[in-house]
């Protein structure tokens, strides 16, 4: 199979782009980068004025306001001190320099792994072991029925059997057509607007959420890969299915990328740069959402993808505010009642 | 100190701050009630020197004040208590009058000075409405659950509730029920709510605050998240209501991770730029673009919980009243010696929106 570009850059064009340090944004030059440095981190909250790095603007804030600036603004949660200083790509610290390209790397195999599993296209290289996938199965009406016979047949007895009823076919609760869901599972912390409220704010992290980057897309009639149902629409098994025709990751990125003194098995650096990302998602949604509402008109598409999945996806929602621990839980009973009846502040009305 | 945007109150109160009010006239002049029976007035002494808060006097009640707020004029206020009384609190004599009581304490208290009115919501589920040149009568609306906050909008009174009820009042309305029972003697039998409507959250209504536009208002939860809602009734209005989560740290790892959801305790919107600042558990405060739904800024972390804001009139100062926050758990509860209260300057465009995109 050639090599077909199909508007996927290749990974040496994404670890090429110029990226801040401060939120682990990409641009496509570094003049760009750095306006959006000076907009978004090195900006003085007092007058606007744009300085050029963190240590300039805190000068600036203590001989100008008198103030002293803390943190960079709008940085993730570890990436907000003052004392590494940054002007563009300049005066990056060579290990997360290194936990970026890793990260990189990581994601654009997996939305790889993800693509060559919608499309059923085998991995260059790997075509012999593949070729059952590579033929586009077109289905008959009579087979299309069928299908949909059993699809029905399958449906109503989970009805009946209820959820739990799983003997008969196994991964139902995972089964991909009905989970379709554009969210990947582990993808915490997006932010969800609630229940009856217009989505507003509630516009995910782009740019790290390889899937829904690189939307699947299936040939029309195209048989679903193996390991997911034959009865159902293509969809890549990325839950509870094993994904048993797919590669390994790290058979690919190791032998192509040895990063030097990047972490034996695995990609453990690159996983927390994930996390950490996520995480700021999650603490900082409200910033970053409300940063990224712009980005929410260039980029309908995610937004798109989203909306539906908010509506058909609101028990999953629900698993993951679980994770939240409220600090004031009582939902019936202020805290000035409850601090009302402590003797502290108790009134006796006079008889 | 050098001269800073943002200072501390020299003489702040004893015990938590329960609530924060600027003068309608002065933009320096603001009051601050408290768990410790008092009512404090300050004065902003500003200089080219050095920006101070000085404490100008304090009213002592017999119980803890759980609201206060200015009258018609900078000498008038109105507090509402633990005692379950309403009082008219004269700030140059110090007298205080009972307007009414209640059968329970006062939550809140609010002055309308578009119709001179006086709002009360107390836990016994009543609002009491007063008109304060006929201090004798006044109105008495049964709620249908226990109000937690109150606030009032050139024409509109919204009252949220527990069990997420939200109602809202036309405020000439309750004024010509009021005369009515002035003249008559008698209640117009039942006042209805002009809209009811359920909570956009889900949790605990913390604080309402509305749009000096008359546009609408913005309510927020226990549970970190602020919605802003319209009063028009139309499909096109009620489409643009939106909430958002905030007020929320991820706890560290080895605590299970997830967030730290930290109740929104106060909403104030800026009475020039419409723009409006949350106050949250977590010891910030955000200001935020209604219309362009974007977060503007986030002050610097204070000690504490913020219990209260308010912007002054003419927007130019905003107070934030810090004391520890009541949290799921505590048996004890104390904010003495904990309690502070901080005047932030703003910046002349801090507080402008850039408009809806």
């Known amino acids: 199979m050639g090599k077909k570009k199909r508007g996927h850059p290749d990974v040496e064009e994404l670890i090429s782009r110029p990226w801040c340090y401060y939120c682990e944004r990409d641009f496509e030059d570094l003049k760009l980068l750095i306006s959006h440095q000076k907009a978004k981190h090195f900006k003085c909250d007092r007058c606007g004025k744009r300085l050029n790095t963190a240590g300039g603007l805190s000068v600036h804030m203590n001989q100008v306001h008198k103030e002293n600036l803390e943190h960079v603004e709008n940085a993730l949660a570890n990436r907000q001190g003052l004392d590494t200083e940054i002007f563009g790509m300049e005066g990056i610290p060579e290990d997360i320099l290194q936990q970026h390209n890793q990260r990189i790397i990581q994601n654009y195999y997996t939305a790889q792994a993800e693509r060559h599993a919608a499309t059923g296209n085998p991995p260059p290289g790997a075509s012999g072991v593949q070729g059952p996938t590579k033929k586009i199965k077109v289905e008959t009406p009579d087979e299309i029925k069928k299908r949909l016979a059993e699809h029905r047949a399958r449906v109503a007895a989970q009805k009946a059997g209820g959820t739990g009823s799983a003997g008969a076919t196994p991964a139902d609760g995972q089964s991909p057509g009905q989970s379709a869901s554009p969210f990947p599972p582990p993808q915490a912390g997006y932010p969800y607007p609630p229940t009856g409220v217009a989505a507003v704010p509630g516009v995910p992290v782009p740019g790290y959420t390889p899937p829904q980057a690189y939307p699947p897309t299936y040939p029309p009639g195209a048989a679903p890969p193996p390991g997911a149902f034959n009865n159902l629409p293509a969809r890549p098994p990325n839950n509870g299915v094993p994904a048993s025709n797919l590669p390994q990751r790290p058979p690919y990125g190791a032998p192509f990328y040895p990063a030097p003194g990047a972490p034996p098995q695995g990609y453990p650096g690159a996983s927390t740069v994930d996390e950490l990302v996520a995480n700021a998602g999650r603490q900082g949604d409200d910033i970053d959402q409300m940063i990224r509402m712009a980005e929410a008109g260039i980029k309908p598409p995610a937004k798109a993808a989203e909306e539906p999945a908010a509506a058909a996806d609101k028990k999953g929602k629900k698993d993951k505010e679980k994770n939240t621990r409220m600090v004031y839980a009582d939902t019936e009973v202020s805290p000035e009642e409850k601090m009302a009846r402590l003797p502290r502040y108790a009134f006796v009305p006079p008889v | 100190m050098a001269p800073s945007t943002q200072f501390e109150v020299a003489q702040p109160p004893k015990d938590a701050a329960s609530a924060i009010s600027f003068a309608p006239e002065s933009p ?47 000498n008038e206020a109105y507090t509402a208590g633990m005692d379950w009384t309403v009082r008219r609190l004269d700030l140059t004599n110090s007298t205080q009058t009972v307007l009414s009581k209640h059968a329970a304490p006062v939550r809140c208290v609010v002055y309308s000075p578009q119709q001179s009115l006086v709002v009360s919501a107390s836990w016994d589920s009543t609002l009491h409405v007063h008109s304060p040149s006929s201090p004798e009568t006044h109105l008495t609306i049964a709620l249908p659950g226990k109000p937690h906050a109150l606030a009032a909008s050139p024409t509109k009174l919204v009252v949220a509730m527990t069990a997420r009820l939200v109602h809202i009042y036309d405020l000439p309305t309750l004024s010509k029920a009021l005369a009515t029972l002035a003249q008559t003697g008698t209640q117009p039998a039942d006042i209805k709510p002009w809209q009811q409507r359920e909570s956009s959250l889900k949790f605990l209504t913390r604080a309402v605050s509305c749009m000096p536009s008359d546009a609408g208002y913005a309510t927020s939860s226990i549970e970190g998240r602020v919605a802003v809602e319209w009063f028009e009734d139309t499909p096109e209005s009620q489409s643009r209501k939106y909430a958002f989560k905030c007020h929320r740290q991820t706890a560290p790892d080895e605590e299970g991770g997830g967030d730290v959801v930290y109740p929104v305790n106060a909403l104030a919107f800026h009475p020039v730029y419409g723009t409006f600042a949350s106050a949250g558990g977590d010891g910030t405060v955000a200001l935020w673009d209604a219309e362009a739904k974007r977060r503007m800024r986030q002050y610097q972390r204070f000690p504490n919980s913020i219990a209260a804001v308010d912007f002054s009139r003419d927007g130019k100062f905003l107070a934030i009243g810090v004391c520890p926050g009541f949290e799921t758990g505590m048996e004890d509860y104390s904010g003495q010696g904990q309690t502070s209260v901080f005047v932030r300057e703003l910046g002349e465009t801090e507080a402008k929106g850039k408009g809806s995109k």
């Open chain 2, 28 to 74: 320096t002049r603001f009051l601050v009630s408290s768990w410790d029976k008092n009512v404090y007035l300050y004065e902003i002494a500003t200089s080219d020197e050095e920006h101070t808060a000085n404490l100008v006097q304090t009213y002592t009640h017999q119980a803890p004040v759980l609201d206060v707020c200015f009258g018609a004029n900078d």
